[in-house]
């Protein structure tokens, strides 16, 4: 039997994230051939759950197709050598050795990656950033999920840990973070900020949130940021404004980021970026009124990521297969 | 008449600051051999004005050396050619043609580079950074100058203006920064910071400010940086903390680096670090306490900048050296 030829091979793409899991086989070229999608188990988010649901996947789409690597990009800090989940802020993970239990489990290579880098990664490769080499991505998920490439490569950090920009504290003694800090962007720039937004409101019986109290029948629980995203398209005021208070925060976010790393184009991606110009809009008004030297220098391109939800699997999958040794990528 | 061998081949770098220009001779292996410093002028910041001050300085160190570049690191944005300053917010420059002018003027090769990259670069090449290859600076002057080494370059943006970490916002809202924003990070971590708060307390005739208040004889206006450092260093508690004060900001917003760019190292430069562990020690204390994912990742180094204010010029004067074209470095 001989070996498929290497622009045939496929991957497979694992993207955990702080609520679901998602896998998909995926060629050489970007494409999605199949996926299967599973919600992260809530009452337990343990290692062993988390990597027992990652082998259950695998395996599962391995049934109809021969793979020759995985890749897995991981809601968390993973270090440089791209094996190890050092902190999860959203999952119960504290330095766990994931890509050897994975390939020990799945006989395979397997590569773990920031889910950010990964999804950035995918952009850049097949998506709303190809042709950049200087390029910030910022995906807007339960958290904000960020990544570098610079000069055309994922800029990693020494430590494997750069572009947790979700972490970088905008309101000082701001809300409590999962992280353990307080004001970090997350807070105020991602899906748990617009649900959390969202509910205060109806749990105060806001006269403002009528719209948003019925369509829940009044338990804030309930309350999601897709629906606050159909709600806002639907011209419902108070949803418009938990988005543009959003979006003025993820601007204001670009901004600082801007001064930082001087990119040619922000990636805007994860779910609350399918709010569109909804969000997307007042974040450009945002950065450019706070972009320090504005009208002395150009200014980066805010625009929203192409690949959607299937970015973190597409781009985990396209690492796995530029890691595998002797290989034509 | 042979040209010299280019080790032997000396160079010029002249630091343009918000308050000062200073120049020097400088070799190949880092060493001043001659230094000339002025103050900027404090009437008219015009590029003319400084233009002039810069050709003087040269053309004074020229008299005694023949040296084959020149290297300017400016207080200001400066584009990805190395030619044009941008936007200089403490010095009233838009768009300046500094390279070519200067060029002609001097009839050298000359490289224009923003000062925080030139010290910083001086610092990695022969200072507290060598060795290291993922480095952030901050140098603390008059404002907050920062640039960023990664993988053993100068990361310089796009567009030439990565590293202006001055002008992220810290504070929403905030004190007034001159470049248009709020809250800027430099205006709670650098010389203007500690001034300005040491003289809002003596304005007050604040009780707590009675030491300062007689060192200046109640003129606000009179209190300088070095003074506080220097009561400080006496124990003066209301300047001891002053500088706990902006040393915290220092931390918190090392902190915020932290997450975006995960370096090994740290190097703070400038003035205000003059102060040393009365800055860096409340630097550190809220750089761990602030560091996203501590505990769990590796803590990157917070130490002071080796050079101390030569670094600017120096780097200037090995960024010169290194863009002659057709010469051994």
Redesign the interface.
Known sequence: MTEPRAEDALTIGVDIGGTKVAAGVVTAEGHVLARLRTETPERSKSPAVVEETIVGVVRELMREFTVVAVGVGAAG?VDEQRANV??A?HLSW??EPLRDALSDRLDLPVVVENDANAAAWAEVRAGAGQGV??VVVVNLGTGIG?A?V?GGRL??????????????????GGHRCE???RG?WEQYASGNAVTREARELVRAESPVARVLHQAVGGDADLITGPLVSELASKGDRACVEILEDVGTWLG?GL???A??????LFIIGGGVSEAGELLLGPARTAFER?L???G???T?RVVAAALGNEAGLIGAAALARETLPDREH
């Open positions: 800090f050092l902190f802020p504290r330095r080499d200087n960020g570098v610079l800029h990693r950090g020494r430590y494997g840990l750069a572009g947790e920009f979700g972490h970088m504290t905008v309101v000082p992280c353990g800090n970090c204001t901004a600082n980021l001064a930082a790393f001087d990119p040619e706070n320090t030297g504005r002395y220098r150009p980066a």
